[in-house]
């Protein structure tokens, strides 16, 4: 099977928890700082090693897409990836997948080609907005045809070299046009100084104190004093050895399974101080009523009988909004989530998903622009649709949990973050995990 391919679609019935859970799990590495990490590697100006990669869908996207520009990328041990960087080349295509980093982080990059480099991806992908970063690049000079559609597939007409400088843009749709710029803004002549001035804040702010941090761990000049500004001054980012932290998104459906199932899951080797959106997850768990402790082995959330309605606003760990809107969806509620906009521009409309499948399932909810509301649970059985999205796999799984025999009309789009999601759900919820 080609990992970077679309994957085939495959059937799953979740698992139904017959009995309380008490599970060890280890999830795989953080697709956001993996991503970061190759990125800001093949910027570097020596070679970096890139320690407990995540090897997904997404992850290998980017590989292919750096290697695409002429960045060698060893991924021969999968325990330690080596990128040594190169002059950028053009003249090539890269397939973004429906990998949001891929289409956002790769382009400010490849503008730095000595020539033209194509960029599209899986059919959902055009859709994604990606309008931020087509402006901001012409903003800074460089040449891109995209038919008019500011959409996924364009060509970035690359010069070998970006001026930089001043710039305004409105992220209010995506941190990650933010990420992409500042990370490529130490090889631009003049630097970058980036103002957000859209009138909705930035979704998903912990992203950027993450690219913001390793940007500095790389050597970078970063002043983010200022809200809503950033100032990367132009200079030399240093090749070095990046360890790469268990994905704590992708950890929270596992958490959030001892709410529903109740007894305990343990997530190994959770970190203790992290800028990783996820680690949110241990507060929200906790004022829904679980408990959550540090253990040796990481950390672990105990299920209580039920969980306690309230109001929740995901606005910056809004890739929680799946799997926790499954936890609500089978419980008594009232729950709302607020501030998720811009879930609507991932890898499926989450919001108008996540109504949907509740709704098949039994939940009385209600959809606002931003959010939803759930005001009571359901427990029918049916199929739950995916859309494509791992995140709405993740929340079908853990709506099996209470529901027998639910059926996922496609399980392998997990492939975009965790091939191996469904065996190792499997086993937590079997008892072997
Ligand atoms: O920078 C990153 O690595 C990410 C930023 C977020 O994007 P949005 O700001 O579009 O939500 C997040 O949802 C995505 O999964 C990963
Ligand atoms: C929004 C997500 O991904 P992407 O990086 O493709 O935007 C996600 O993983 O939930």
Same mark, same amino acid.
């Not at 995901?314 to 929680?320: G, H, I, K």
């Not at 501030?339 to 409309?349: L, P």
């Given at each position: 099977m080609n990992a970077t391919a679309a994957p085939e679609k495959r059937r799953w019935e979740a698992p139904y928890a017959e009995a309380e859970l008490d599970a060890v799990v280890r999830v795989p590495g953080s697709k956001s700082m993996t991503a970061r990490a190759l990125v800001l590697a093949a910027l570097a100006s020596g070679p970096s090693t890139i320690k407990r990669p995540l090897i997904a869908r997404d992850t290998l996207l980017m590989v292919e897409g750096l290697r695409a520009i002429g960045v060698g990328v060893d991924t021969g041990d999968d325990e330690a990836w080596t990128v040594t960087p190169g002059g950028f080349r053009g003249g090539t295509s890269i397939d973004c997948g429906l990998a949001g980093t891929v289409m956002r982080f790769l382009p400010p990059v490849a503008a730095l080609a000595d020539g033209p480099v194509a960029f599209d991806g899986d059919p959902h992908a055009r859709k994604r907005p990606n309008d931020g970063v087509i402006k901001a690049l012409r903003g800074l000079g460089v040449d891109i045809e995209d038919g008019g559609r500011l959409? #996924? @597939?364009? =060509? +970035?007409?690359?010069?070998?070299?970006v001026k930089g400088g001043e710039l305004e843009v409105d992220a209010s749709k995506t941190s990650q046009l933010v990420s992409a710029l500042l990370m490529a803004a130490p090889r631009f002549e003049n630097g970058l100084d980036l103002r957000? /001035? &859209? $009138?909705r804040p930035v979704p998903s702010r912990p992203y950027l104190d993450m690219v913001v941090q390793m940007l500095r761990q790389a050597g970078a000049d970063v002043d983010d004093s200022e809200p809503n500004r950033w100032r990367v001054a132009p200079g030399e980012l240093q090749g070095r050895e990046w360890t790469i932290e268990p994905d704590l998104q992708n950890a929270a459906p596992f958490l959030c399974a001892a709410l529903v199932a109740g007894g305990r899951v343990t997530v190994e080797g *959770? @970190? =203790?101080? =992290? =800028?990783?959106? &996820? $680690?949110a997850i241990r507060e929200i768990l906790v004022q829904l009523g679980a408990r959550v402790e540090w253990t040796r082995g990481g950390l672990t959330a105990y299920g209580t009988a039920e969980p306690l309605p309230g109001e929740l606003d #995901? %606005?910056? %760990?809004?890739? #929680?909004t799946p799997a926790l809107a499954a936890v609500f969806g089978v419980s008594n509620g009232p729950f709302t989530v607020r501030?998720? %906009?811009?879930?609507? &521009?991932?890898?499926? $409309?989450r919001v108008s998903a996540l109504v949907t499948e509740l709704r098949k399932i039994g939940a009385d909810v209600d959809e606002y622009e931003d959010g939803f509301r759930v005001g009571s649970g359901g427990h029918e059985r049916g199929t739950w649709a995916t859309y494509a999205d791992h995140r709405m796999a993740h929340a079908g799984a853990v709506a099996g949990l209470a529901i027998p025999g639910l059926v996922l009309? $496609? +399980? %392998?789009?997990?492939?975009? /973050? *965790?091939?191996e999601f469904a065996e190792v759900w499997e086993q937590a919820v079997r008892g072997k995990g």
């Open positions: 959409a #996924l @597939p364009f =060509t +970035v007409n690359a010069a070998g070299r957000h /001035t &859209g $009138d *959770w @970190p =203790t101080e =992290t =800028t990783q959106a &996820g $680690d #995901l %606005a910056d %760990a809004a890739e #929680l501030g998720v %906009a811009h879930i609507r &521009g991932h890898e499926t $409309d009309d $496609d +399980v %392998a789009c997990v492939s975009k /973050t *965790w091939p």
